[in-house]
């Protein structure tokens, strides 16, 4: 079955960085568009990033704009998303996320707490 499995959240200051992990397993990694979503407490869940299966294109939100970077490992099965220069309000759950082209029913993971605080 598939799973997705995200790591690497954590406290960190204002302007800090973190790298998150998504290690995907049950499907044919190499074909599929992965994408990163975020849900902060008391709103709506929201696309931040996403990456297609060759890895060329790539899009994402304009809060993620030219601070986050999202890349993925085919050979490992795995999609990041590198996060610089953050802000409290990138506090939130990160979730991996992808989509069955054919059936079109979506996958995720369980998150990871990223919380930016001094």
């Known amino acids: 079955q598939v799973q997705l499995v995200e790591s690497g959240g954590g406290l960190v200051q204002p302007g800090g960085s973190l790298r998150l992990s998504c290690a995907a397993s049950g499907f044919t990694f190499s074909n599929y568009v992965m994408n990163w979503f975020r849900q902060a407490p008391g709103k709506e869940r929201e696309s931040v990033a996403g990456?297609?299966?060759?890895?060329?294109?790539?899009n994402y939100a304009q809060s993620a704009k030219g601070r986050f970077t999202i890349s993925r490992d085919n050979a490992e099965n795995t999609v990041y998303l590198q996060m610089n220069n953050l802000k409290p309000e990138d506090t939130a759950v990160y979730y991996c996320n992808t989509r069955n082209p054919v059936n079109m029913v979506n996958y995720w993971g369980q998150g990871t707490q990223v919380t930016v605080s001094s």
């Open positions: 990456i297609t299966p060759n890895g060329l294109t790539k």
